[in-house]
């Protein structure tokens, strides 16, 4: 059975992978100029 709160885990767990990824993707852009 899946409860609300592994959804909840899962979606931080996906935020948390998607905001890293775009602060290194930011950083690598800046660092290009």
Do not use: H, K, P
């Not at 909840?8 to 993707?25: D, H, K, N, R, Y």
Request: charged share 10%; no cysteine; hydrophobic share 60%.
């Amino acid at each position: 059975m899946v409860t609300l709160q592994s959804y909840i885990v899962v979606g931080v767990i996906f935020a948390l992978i998607f905001i890293v990824t775009g602060i290194a993707i930011w950083f690598d852009q800046r660092n290009e100029r």
